[in-house]
């Protein structure tokens, strides 16, 4: 539909307003999502040790409560702020909470932005007054929620999709943000997916870790895992039928569907990667296992050297080599192929005959698509990465200036 979002599934309201946290006037930057009715409700959340205020209170509720709606703002990480921080979270779930009619164990927070900056309080409750009064179901209101939640994101990112499951058409959407600071193992990204499934949280639990092993947790821009990061996912039952529960077919498609939109979302993140200007798929096939596949696919994926290559446009297959040499995974070098954009450019352990100019040619492409070929077995994983341009080091440079 071509007014899909994160509000296409029945039963939810979005809002996104500005209130002052951005350095730029009138940048949204506070956002409300809400389920009309209890939810299944599942997160993760990132592996940092170092996390924020809203990832510990939020970590907190997902355990003892049954949350059906989240607060977030950007422009402000609320991370490395001590007592005062966790303190002004409680209050942004209290005040988000109070306000759309909710308890605040139904309430989520998100924060994203500069760490280390006091939350300006004054100026988020009256964001969270003025986002309340504007939820709405419509496609303005999402649209409001996917800017409300960007940093130094250039474009929105939101995906939907809908699927026949038992005897319900059920609909699983997301709106996501990021654009640095994404590594695996959670990446600075906020996931937000809405679906109008029959999963309670358990099963809802279940079905989204599977999901983020195999797409938010295999991307990365620039090896960098923040302190924020959160994938939630509410569930709160408007399709109807019966409840979806694991080692069924319907709950294996519901799991498929969701780890669909989860996979669409993250490539969203590494397209729009900061200062990226190519998409780079990274295939690794015939490894011994699907872990040691991982690791080449993810080697490769975080080489410095290739993700610079990939910016010149310089089809340099011994950065590609190299990196798959050091992975940690067992191979044997001479069993070894690359293969670039559809021409093998390395086979069995050597470069072939191929035409400089052709492989340079290939690697103007927006997108890029790179297959390692081993001879150990029947191990396959894939990668999604960007390449690495002036203008990361650019943006990054003066982030908090």
Request: proline share 3%.
């Amino acid at each position: 539909m071509s007014d899909a979002s994160i509000l296409s599934p029945k039963g939810f309201r979005a809002a996104g307003v500005a209130c002052g946290l951005k350095s730029v006037a009138g940048k949204k930057d506070l956002a409300i999502l809400v389920a009309d009715q209890a939810a299944g409700a599942a997160a993760v959340f990132t592996t940092n040790q170092v996390a924020a205020a809203p990832v510990l209170l939020s970590r907190e509720t997902i355990k003892r409560g049954r949350p059906r709606a989240v607060v977030v703002n950007s422009g402000n990480a609320n991370c490395c702020t001590g007592e005062q921080g966790l303190a002004d979270a409680r209050e942004m779930v209290r005040l988000a909470a109070e306000a759309v009619g909710a308890q605040p164990d139904e309430m989520l927070v998100c924060s994203t932005g500069k760490i280390g900056e006091p939350m300006p309080m004054d100026k988020v409750a009256a964001g969270i007054r003025d986002a309340a009064q504007a939820l709405r179901s419509d496609a303005q209101a999402a649209a409001d929620f996917a800017a409300a939640i960007m940093t130094t994101d250039t474009v929105t990112k939101t995906c939907c999709l809908t699927d026949r499951i038992g005897k319900a058409d059920v609909t699983v959407a997301g709106a996501c943000k990021g654009s640095g600071m994404i590594a695996p193992n959670m990446a600075t990204m906020l996931a937000f997916i809405t679906t109008d499934a029959h999963i309670g949280s358990r099963a809802l639990t279940a079905a989204l870790r599977t999901a983020v092993a195999g797409s938010f947790n295999l991307v990365s821009v620039d090896s960098d895992t923040s302190t924020n990061d959160t994938v939630l996912c509410l569930a709160n039952g408007q399709a109807g039928g019966a409840p979806l529960a694991p080692g069924t077919a319907d709950f294996d498609a519901f799991a498929e569907a969701l780890e669909a939109l989860c996979a669409e979302t993250a490539k969203a993140l590494v397209r729009d990667g900061e200062g990226a200007t190519k998409f780079i798929e990274i295939t690794v096939e015939g490894a011994a296992t699907d872990d040691d596949a991982r690791l080449v696919a993810r080697s490769i994926a975080q080489s410095q050297l290739c993700k610079t290559a990939f910016f010149g446009e310089d089809p340099n297959w011994g950065r590609i080599a190299c990196a798959a040499g050091y992975s940690g995974a067992e191979f044997d070098p001479s069993g070894m192929s690359i293969v670039l954009e559809g021409l093998t450019i390395f086979q069995d352990g050597r470069p072939t005959d191929y035409a400089e100019a052709d492989a340079a040619e290939r690697m103007k492409r927006r997108e890029v698509r790179v297959r390692v070929l081993l001879s150990e077995g029947a191990g396959r994983a894939a990668w999604w990465t960007s390449d690495l341009s002036h203008d990361y080091v650019s943006i990054n440079a003066d982030y908090r200036s």
